[in-house]
């Protein structure tokens, strides 16, 4: 079975300071992960994927996040903030028996940008 | 390119009233899935089709929610009757294949309140 948990239900941070929103994962194969954003009142947009290649991928909108197997974390990262990010950000895990595309999603973060 | 069509937006019933969402993926995308995102959760997916079959509908509560994708391309998700647990936003996504490697693009969501 596969799982994840976002640390923090929301993270306030001022602008122009770093952005850390933390995932860990429980997967019984090789996973496959994922972070998306959502603002109000839109659907998910894709944010970065983590694939089994590169263990530091790179996003959109300046976002990162860097995959550590030991820790079976995700963490997504920005070193600066900006106010038109803050929104949800969800981390989903993929890669199940059968393949099939199936995301399971984290509760999600919501992220808060204060001036 | 357009992208993932969803209606309604809104839909207020009250409990035991049945309703329909609709779905249009983004054309030529094989795989549909349908999410359910109750308020502070993450998505949930309740049903995968690729082309007009089923792929996932393990999470799916079959006694009360139906959905098709008739010719392969449009989806309905119809719940009968309604319960107030199922109030909820209504993801509808696609994708070109199938697989975890394939970018799941979304809609906004129908925003179900059941009374």
């Known amino acids: 079975a596969q799982s994840v948990t976002q640390l923090g239900s929301h993270v306030s941070v001022s602008e122009g300071a770093l952005v850390l929103l933390r995932c860990n994962y429980s997967s019984s194969v090789p996973p496959y992960l994922f972070w998306y954003v959502q603002y109000p009142n839109q659907g998910l947009q894709l944010l970065l994927k983590?694939?089994?290649?590169?263990?530091l991928v790179k996003g959109i909108n300046g976002f990162e996040a860097e995959f550590k197997k030991s820790e079976t974390s995700f963490h997504l990262t920005k070193p600066s903030a900006h106010m038109s990010d803050a929104a949800e950000y969800f981390c989903?895990?993929?890669?199940?028996?059968?393949?099939?595309?199936?995301?399971?999603f984290g509760q999600g973060t919501t992220l808060q940008v204060k001036p | 390119e357009a992208g993932v069509a969803q209606s309604p937006r809104y839909k207020i019933i009250e409990k035991r009233q049945s309703v329909a969402f609709w779905c249009n993926p983004i054309s030529g995308h094989a795989t549909l899935y349908w999410y359910q995102q109750i308020l502070g959760q993450g998505p949930k997916l309740l049903i995968q089709?690729?082309?007009?079959?089923?792929?996932?509908d393990s999470q799916l509560p079959k006694d009360r929610f139906s959905a098709e994708r008739l010719k392969g391309v449009d989806s309905t998700l119809k719940i009968q009757p309604a319960k107030l647990e199922d109030s909820a936003v209504y993801l509808c996504?696609?994708?070109?294949?199938?697989?975890?490697?394939?970018?799941?693009?979304f809609g906004p969501g129908t925003r179900l309140t059941v009374l």
């Open positions: 989903a895990v993929s890669g199940a028996p059968g393949n099939t595309g199936k995301l399971i």
């Open positions: 983590y694939t089994s290649a590169a263990t």
């Open positions: 089709f690729q082309n007009n079959g089923v792929v996932d």
């Open positions: 996504a696609s994708s070109l294949q199938t697989g975890s490697l394939a970018e799941q693009f």
